[in-house]
């Protein structure tokens, strides 16, 4: 990449502190503003999708824009960042998330640091982050592949649909289901449910990276044959 080490995991934790502090600020927002669920909802879901974005169009030169642990580890799996450096985004990435939920919580007055006691668990909560982790994956991989310079609107419309396709309103990022353990509000997700959400958004990475790889592999080309007559030889 163009950019030094340094400057890309700058990128990767100051994007991923915007995107949770969009998620969980506009989230309590929604919250304070309307007792009805599902305009608490709408209110999250559209500054997420608006600010991924933009995050992404800005800071995708720099890093690459992975914000997300799961996206790192499937460009380290097809050897296009290195292992070390992959280890170093995924360190930024979750400080980056917690740092953007103690700021939302710094504007809106609240206590800065909070442990959340919203109950996010079951087959269908853990089903649904393997569905959103596969789509946003399959997502990027065929937008790499075929529309490069539509990804950060492919990426933000992907995320802002599975906001309410899905069951767990699309976490789909280890980073932030760890960020958002540690606020007690709209968007939050106790602790003891933190790990069946990893390891579904991990299953779901993988089976898009894998799904993709052969759906996505460029055709192989058949040699013009030898027609040469025996009889001309």
Known sequence: MAFDLSRRLAAEALGT????ATVVGSGIMAD????DVALSLLGNTIPTGAIL????TLLGPI?????????????????????????????AQVLGGIAGTLIAHAMFELPILQISATVRTGSGQWIAEVVAVFGLVLTILGGIRFRPESIPALVAF????????????????????????LSD????????????????EVLGA???????GWMLREPETTPATNLTLKGAE
């Open 17 to 20: 502190a915007m995107l949770v």
């Open 32 to 35: 304070r503003l309307t007792s």
């Open 53 to 56: 974005f933009v995050l992404i």
């Open 63 to 91: 890093s690459g824009a992975h914000f997300n642990p799961v996206v790192t580890m499937v460009f380290a799996l097809k050897r296009e960042i290195e292992a070390r450096s992959a280890l170093s985004y995924v360190l």
């Open 158 to 181: 992907y995320i802002t649909a599975a906001y309410w396709f899905t069951a767990s309103t699309s976490f789909a990022n280890p980073a932030v289901a760890i960020a958002r353990t």
């Open 185 to 200: 509000t709209f968007s939050g997700i106790r602790p003891i449910d933190l790990p069946g959400f990893i390891v579904a």
């Open 206 to 212: 993988l089976l898009a990276m894998a799904i993709a």
